[in-house]
């Protein structure tokens, strides 16, 4: 079991930067990592995702080049750089994780994620 705990989330203006982090009870070295957002009225969409080796990320066309996913095992956390947000960004975000024998391996399905944390608000107003 590995429990997920996000932060960081806060109402921001647009073009603004956030940087959200999850803390992990678990060594991180052993799960696929990932972030998804839900939007109120709105399915939850995956974000991004980073390896368990960190040598692999993926990213949803709506962010990429504007959101960095990046991890840091010694910390046990995952980290989701935010930057040149817009409202379209308003969601609650969430973690998740997967145990992974495949070190460089990534995910883009939540169905494919076991533990998932509480979520995190942010707003990004225009």
């Known amino acids: 079991q590995v429990q997920l705990v996000e932060s960081g989330g806060e109402m921001v203006q647009a073009g603004g930067s956030l940087r959200l982090s999850c803390a992990a009870s678990?060594?991180?070295?052993?799960?696929?990592m990932g972030w998804f957002r839900q939007a109120p009225g709105k399915e939850r969409e995956f974000v991004a995702t980073?390896?368990?080796?960190?040598?692999?990320?993926d990213y949803a066309d709506s962010v990429k080049s504007r959101f960095t996913i990046s991890r840091n095992n010694g910390k046990n956390a995952v980290y989701l750089q935010m930057n040149s947000l817009t409202p379209d960004d308003t969601a609650v975000y969430y973690c998740?994780?997967?145990?992974?024998?495949?070190?460089?391996?990534?995910?883009?399905?939540?169905?494919?994620?076991?533990?998932w944390g509480q979520g995190t608000q942010v707003t990004v107003s225009s």
């Open positions: 998740a994780a997967t145990s992974s024998v495949i070190r460089d391996s990534t995910r883009r399905r939540s169905s494919e994620y076991a533990y």
């Open positions: 678990a060594r991180t070295f052993d799960y696929v």
């Open positions: 980073i390896s368990g080796n960190g040598g692999n990320t």
